[in-house]
């Protein structure tokens, strides 16, 4: 509503005639200076009006995109996890099902809807590896690395996704965490 040109239009005119009228209404009483007293107190209260209502719809915006960004921060987590529990659930059973890649594919459509381009491209990487493993339905340990390698990488874009950490935090954070998996 606020972009409406009508509104705009409508706001303009309602400012210039009101401070036409509280002009014409000050000078107009000169001779009485508490008339131009009550005319400066409501030109005053009007302006405060004003202000506070600029002040309330600025807070009342960046308190919504607060809630907006906290709500898709709980989203984005809350798949994110379940995407690295389902992987571990996968591993730790050595073996992937049709039942399982079928999930796999649920999983890629709702992280479609909510990851960042950076997760969206890795995340593509990691199922390519993903398919590959699960060409003979059986999971062996150099399988189980290169997937745990493979989600390291995509644990990093998804880091930085909800972090919003800097690339020099990003590359670093990204040696540390491949590090730590080859490890195993």
């Known amino acids: 509503m606020r972009n409406n ?13 009101g401070f036409i009228f509280l002009h014409t209404a000050y000078f107009s009483s000169s001779e009485n200076p508490y008339a131009q007293e009550i005319i400066l107190i ?6 405060t009006i004003l202000i506070t209502a600029a002040l309330i719809n600025k ?3 960046l308190e919504l995109e607060k809630e907006h960004n906290i709500k898709l921060f709980e ?13 571990e659930k ?18 890629t459509h709702k992280i479609s809807i909510i990851a960042s381009p950076e997760v969206l491209k890795e995340y593509s990487f990691f199922i390519d590896v993903l398919k590959k493993v699960a060409g003979d339905h059986k999971i062996s ?6 997937l745990s390698l493979q989600l390291a990488k ?13 690339p020099e935090n990003i590359q670093e954070l ?7 998996v080859n490890k195993f």
């Open 5 to 17: 040109p009508l509104y705009i239009i409508l706001t303009l005119i309602t400012f210039i005639v």
């Open 42 to 47: 409501v030109l005053g209260t009007i302006a």
């Open 59 to 61: 807070q009342s915006e």
């Open 75 to 87: 989203l984005k987590s809350s798949l994110y996890l379940d995407l690295i529990h389902f992987i």
């Open 90 to 107: 996968i591993v730790a059973k050595e073996e992937i099902t049709d039942q399982d890649m079928v999930q796999i594919e649920f999983l």
């Open 141 to 146: 340990h150099q399988e189980s690395d290169e």
């Open 154 to 166: 995509l644990s990093v874009k998804i880091r930085q996704d909800i972090m919003n950490d800097s």
């Open 174 to 180: 990204e040696k540390v965490i491949i590090r730590n």
